[in-house]
């Protein structure tokens, strides 16, 4: 079965640096989303990418943050200088429609220190 | 703005207890619903899943679901649990086919 996969599974990195976070989504799929989750906390949706533009992003999503699809296969996430709050469990995922069910990856964790 | 809440955060049962889990939405419009669950050390995977016609929906697992459409509702039930469904379930909207809202998760733990 086609599966969503994440790469790193672990990234540690220090406050103020710029770290990337790979995902690679069923391939027949159009519409590709990144969440996060913190410690303890709900999924929260950061942003959701369509037709190699952002259709919808959250408050969370700000100028630190950019997604990009940079060929026919990777989507990733960048954080530009990251903060301790950014530690948290980051989740990709793909779709084949607007609103269709969500197929996740197993998730990036994500340590600022 | 758009919320998605379920109230019990932690759920302790016993093996062939029978289980329901509550999800209620704020209204925003057309929504597509589901259910998702989270094994320990796994990622988040499909249940069942709400767009249209019969308000019972059936998922993997013996896993059902009903849309209640007006009480903003769609509990997860199952009759007989086991042991193996020890895991996170989080109910998750879809509001106008685009902006993806989870609830907090419920904690659910069998004791065989």
């Known amino acids: 079965e086609p599966e969503v996969t994440q790469t790193p599974s672990h990234q540690v990195t220090q406050m103020g640096q710029e770290v990337i976070l790979r995902c690679v989504p069923i391939?027949?799929?159009?519409?590709f989303y990144w969440y996060r989750q913190i410690l303890g906390q709900k999924v929260e949706f950061l942003v959701s990418?369509?037709?190699?533009?952002?259709?919808?992003k959250s408050e969370i999503f700000d100028d630190q943050f950019s997604v990009e699809r940079p060929d026919g296969s990777n989507f990733t996430l960048k954080i530009r200088s990251t903060k301790l709050e950014d530690s948290a469990m980051y989740f990709c995922?793909?779709?084949?429609?607007?609103?269709?069910?969500?197929?996740f990856g197993p998730g990036t964790r994500l340590t600022v220190t | 703005a758009q919320s998605v809440s379920q109230h019990n955060h932690h759920v302790i049962l016993s093996e062939a207890a029978s289980l329901e889990l509550g999800c209620n939405y704020s209204?925003?419009?057309?929504?597509?619903l589901f259910w998702y669950v989270q094994y320990p050390g796994q990622h988040l995977q499909l249940l069942l899943k709400?767009?249209?016609?019969?308000?019972l929906v059936k998922g993997i697992k013996g896993f059902e679901a009903e849309f209640i459409k007006s009480k903003f509702s769609f509990n997860l039930r199952k009759p007989s649990v086991q042991w193996s469904d020890t895991a996170e379930y989080f109910c998750?909207?879809?509001?106008?086919?685009?902006?993806?809202?989870f609830g907090s998760g419920t904690k659910l733990n069998v004791k065989p």
């Open positions: 391939s027949n799929h159009l519409y």
């Open positions: 990418f369509y037709n190699n533009e952002i259709s919808e």
């Open positions: 995922a793909s779709s084949d429609g607007q609103g269709a069910e969500q197929y």
């Open positions: 209204y925003g419009g057309t929504v597509n």
């Open positions: 998750a909207v879809a509001y106008n086919f685009n902006k993806f809202y």
């Open positions: 709400y767009f249209s016609g019969d308000p």
